[in-house]
C-alpha cells in the first residue's frame, strides 16, 4: 500500500515530531532584550486589546522552544477584566539555519496574536491567527479555531462565538478564572502536556506533514498509522509524554556511489573532492539522477562557477545549506532530501475552468510552457495589491510613519487619505509609486544611499557571514538534471513558489532569466536567490520589480525597516536578488 519513499518520509516525520515532543517551560522575561522582534506589532494588538478592557499581564518566554527550534520570541500575556479570557500576542523570527527545518515543525506565521479561554474540566478553547497544525496535533481537550481576522476586536469576538458554542448544551461546565500569573504558567503546562499523550497515543504520526497522496487516500491514511504504530512499538524506550524523549538517528535514502560520469568525474577532481564528498541522490518522477557535492562557505561560490562554467547544459549548481543532522555527507544529504522535498504537490489555474495538480517536475516544466508569465504576474498582484479603502488607509498610515522614522519627514497624512476617498489612488501598487516620487523630490539625497545598500543580505542563502565553520560539508551544492536555472523551483521545494504555483513561478523565473540574465544560483526552504547580469536601470522598472518582489515574498519585506520605496531604490544596478518567504 505505501512505497519504499512513502515509508521514508513517514519515519522523518514521526522521527521530528518525536523530537518536538519534549515538556516546555516558560518563564518571565523583559521585552526590552528583543530588539529583533517587532515591537509596534506587539504595540498595536496591545492598544487594541486595551479598548476591549484586556489588561497587560506579563511577557514570557519558553527556553525549551528556543532552545529545540531556533527561535528567540516573547509572549505577551494580557487578561481581561472579568479574568476569564486571555490573550497572547508573539512574533517568530526564526534564525537563517532553521529555515530548512522550519517546514517539519511547521512554526506558522511570523506574527500571531490568540485569544484562549479555559474550562473547570479541563478543555480550553483557543481562537488564533496561526495556521491551524492538522488535527493530531490538537487533542480533543483543546479546541482550536484558525481564522482570518484584521484587528483584535475581529478576533474577539470569534473567538466569544466559539466559547458561547463551546459551553452550550453543558450545564456542569463553566470557564475557570485566571487569577494570577502561576494560573497562566499551569494553564500553558496542561495544554503543553495533553498535546505531546495526544501526539504520544497517536504514535508521534502527523498527518498533514505527509504527502497529500498520503493525506487524501483513506486506505493509505489507515496504512500510514499502521506503519507509524509499528515504528513506535520499536522505540522501547519511550513509553509516556512525561518521559525523556530518545532521538534517533534519521533514516535515509540517498545512494553513496562512486562517480561514473566522466564529466562530472574530471571537474570534481579539480575541485579537489573525493567520492566521499559526492552523493547520488534520485528525484521522485524524474528519470536522470542528481548529484549533490559537499563544498565550503568560504569556497562554494567559486566552485558554484566552476561547475557551471564545465557543465553547462549537463547539469544546473545549485548552493544550499547542510546543516541538517547526519554522523556523514550521505546521512546529512539524506536529510536535506527529505526536508526540501524534490517531490512536492503544485497548484495553478491553467484557467477559469481547469485546474492542474501534480507532483511531476517534467509535468510542472511542461505546464510552464503553457503559462503567459504576464497573466499570472498580473492575477498575483491583483490578489495581493487590492485592498479596500480602510486596508489601505491602514498602509498608508503605517508608511506615513515609517517615513518619519526613516527621513523625519512625511507627506500630508489628511491629503493622503484624500487621495485614496477621491480615487486618486485605487491600490497599493499605487500608493508605492506615489511614496517613491514624493521621497525623490523632496529628500533624493537622503534615499539614494539606498541606490547602494542591499537590503536582502541577510536572507541570503550565499553570506559567508552566517556559516560558523568553513570546512567541507557546510555547505552543499546540488547538481540537477536539467538546462536552464529557471527550472530549478520545480525540482526543489521553496515557499517563495508557493504564491503563484511552480509551474507559474518557472514561467516567471524564464522571463527573467532572458529579460534580466537572473540565474537561480541558492535555495533552500525559504529562500531563492539569483544572479543578476542585466538588473534594472532605471526607477520605473526597480519600481516595477520591488512590487512585484513583495507579492511574492511579504514576508522579507514586511521585516521593519525595509519598505517598498527603498527596496526598489535598492535594486538599481543591484546583482544578487534573493527572496525569503516564512513558512505560514
Known amino acids: 500500500m505505501l512505497s519504499d519513499r512513502e515509508k521514508e518520509v513517514i519515519k522523518l516525520s514521526t522521527e521530528a515530531v518525536r523530537k518536538s515532543a519534549g515538556p516546555d517551560t516558560f518563564q518571565v522575561t523583559e521585552f526590552e532584550q528583543f530588539n529583533h522582534l517587532d515591537h509596534n506589532f506587539y504595540q498595536k494588538w496591545t492598544e487594541q486589546a486595551s479598548a476591549w478592557d484586556f489588561q497587560w499581564l506579563v511577557d514570557i518566554e519558553s527556553p525549551t522552544i528556543n532552545a529545540r ?6 509572549i505577551r500575556v494580557l487578561i481581561d477584566a472579568n479574568r476569564e479570557h486571555s490573550c497572547a500576542i508573539w512574533h517568530f523570527k526564526p534564525k537563517w539555519h532553521v529555515r530548512l527545518l522550519s517546514v517539519l515543525f511547521r512554526m506558522g506565521p511570523l506574527k500571531v496574536a490568540e485569544c484562549e479561554t479555559l474550562f473547570n474540566d479541563d478543555t480550553c478553547v483557543v481562537t488564533t491567527l496561526a495556521r491551524d497544525q492538522g488535527d493530531l496535533f490538537h487533542p480533543p481537550e483543546i479546541i482550536t479555531h484558525a481564522v482570518k481576522a484584521k484587528s483584535f476586536e475581529e478576533l474577539y469576538e470569534l473567538h466569544r462565538l466559539h466559547v458561547t458554542e463551546h459551553l452550550s448544551g453543558q450545564s456542569d461546565r463553566a470557564i475557570k478564572p485566571i ?30 506533514q505527509l504527502p497529500k497522496s498520503i493525506q487524501h487516500d483513506p486506505d493509505k491514511r489507515a496504512a500510514a498509522l499502521a506503519f507509524a504504530k ?6 522501547t524506550s519511550v513509553s509516556s509524554p512525561d518521559e525523556a524523549v530518545v532521538q534517533t538517528p534519521l533514516e535515509h535514502t540517498t545512494i553513496a556511489t562512486s562517480v561514473n ?5 574530471s571537474v570534481i577532481s579539480q575541485l ?10 534520485v528525484i521522485d518522477q524524474h528519470p536522470q539522477p542528481a ?5 565550503a562557505a568560504n569556497r562554494m561560490m567559486q566552485d558554484w562557477q566552476q561547475l557551471h562554467r564545465s557543465l553547462r547544459d549537463r547539469y544546473v549548481p545549485v548552493i544550499t545549506p547542510l546543516f541538517v543532522q547526519g554522523d556523514d555527507l550521505a546521512e546529512r544529504v539524506a536529510n536535506l532530501e527529505l526536508l526540501s522535498r524534490y517531490n512536492y504537490e503544485v497548484e495553478m489555474e491553467m484557467s477559469d475552468d481547469c485546474g492542474f495538480m501534480t507532483a511531476d517536475p517534467q509535468a510542472v ?18 490578489e495581493q495589491l487590492t485592498l479596500d479603502k480602510a486596508e489601505l488607509q491602514e498602509e498608508i498610515g503605517y508608511a506615513l510613519e515609517g517615513l518619519l522614522t526613516e527621513l523625519g519627514d512625511a507627506p500630508d497624512a489628511d491629503n493622503c487619505r484624500n487621495m485614496v476617498h477621491d480615487g486618486r489612488i485605487k491600490h497599493s501598487g499605487a500608493w508605492q509609486g506615489w511614496v517613491l516620487n514624493w521621497v525623490l523630490k523632496h529628500h533624493r539625497e537622503a534615499a539614494m544611499r539606498f541606490s547602494k545598500t542591499d537590503l536582502s543580505t541577510d536572507y541570503r542563502v550565499t553570506s559567508p557571514d552566517k556559516f560558523p565553520a568553513s570546512t567541507a560539508g557546510d555547505m552543499a551544492i546540488v547538481l540537477l538534471p536539467v538546462k536552464h536555472a529557471w527550472q530549478v523551483p520545480a525540482l526543489i521545494h521553496s515557499e517563495v513558489v508557493e504564491t503563484m504555483g ?11 532569466q532572458e529579460r534580466h540574465q537572473a540565474i537561480i544560483i541558492g535555495i533552500d526552504n525559504c529562500t531563492i536567490e539569483w544572479h543578476v547580469g542585466k538588473p534594472p536601470k532605471t526607477l520605473k522598472e526597480a519600481l516595477q520589480l520591488a512590487i512585484l518582489h513583495d507579492a511574492l515574498a511579504p514576508s522579507m519585506l514586511g521585516q521593519p525597516g525595509i519598505d517598498v520605496w527603498q527596496y526598489a531604490l535598492s535594486l538599481l544596478g543591484r546583482k544578487r536578488w534573493c527572496l525569503w518567504e516564512s513558512p505560514c
Open 365 to 382: 516544466l511542461a505546464a510552464s510552457e503553457q503559462v503567459d508569465h504576464q497573466q499570472a504576474v498580473n492575477k498575483l498582484l491583483r
Open 502 to 512: 511552480s509551474a507559474a513561478f518557472c514561467a516567471l523565473a524564464r522571463h527573467w
Open 69 to 74: 527550534e531556533g527561535v528567540r520570541t516573547a
Open 179 to 208: 487569577n494570577s500569573l502561576e494560573d497562566v504558567f499551569s494553564m500553558q503546562a496542561l495544554m503543553d502536556l495533553q498535546k505531546k499523550r495526544h501526539l504520544h497515543n497517536n504514535h508521534f504520526l502527523a498527518i498533514e
Open 261 to 265: 560520469d566522466s564529466a562530472l568525474s
Open 291 to 295: 548529484w549533490v557535492l559537499a563544498s
Open 230 to 235: 509499528q515504528l513506535y512499538s520499536e522505540k
Open 272 to 281: 579537489g573532492l573525493s567520492d566521499s564528498d559526492v552523493i547520488r541522490t
